[in-house]
Nanobody, 128 residues
Framework: QVQLVESGGGLVQAGVSLRLSCAASGRTFSNYAMGWFRQAPGKEREFVATINWSGSITYYADSVKGRFTISRDNAKNTVYLQMNSLKPEDTALYYC?????????????????????WGQGTQVTVSS
């Protein structure tokens, strides 16, 4: 069982930056592909970004490409989402997710069903 705990959300004005963190329990973090998803009120959960086990492969939703950066520190069992130039439409509950058994894979995963473990989410609210 893997536990994921997100942090770093908050209420900010448009144009500023935030960095989200997701800390994972367990000893096999480097075996996981990790992803960030978000869900705005009244909308379905959507893919934001993903990173493979080593950090060598990243992939982003078009809506955040060029503004958000996903990274990971396997020594700290943590994945990050650096969010720059935030917009009101980025307002959502942000979730991190883990896909075990991904060691050695260079495939990126963008679907909710690709991931097994989920955190509780951290709220990001961007005011105009």
């Amino acid at each position: 069982q893997v536990q994921l705990v997100e942090s770093g959300g908050g209420l900010v004005q448009a144009g500023v930056s935030l960095r989200l963190s997701c800390a994972a329990s367990g000893r096999t973090f480097s075996n996981y592909a990790m992803g960030w998803f978000r869900q705005a009120p009244g909308k379905e959960r959507e893919f934001v970004a993903t990173i493979n086990w080593s950090g060598s492969i990243t992939y982003y939703a078009d809506s955040v490409k060029g503004r958000f950066t996903i990274s990971r520190d396997n020594a700290k069992n943590t994945v990050y989402l650096q969010m720059n130039s935030l917009k009101p439409e980025d307002t959502a509950l942000y979730y991190c997710a883990a896909r075990p058994g991904s060691y050695g894979s260079y495939i990126y995963y963008t679907k909710i069903n690709d991931y097994t473990y989920w955190g509780q989410g951290t709220q990001v609210t961007v005011s105009s």
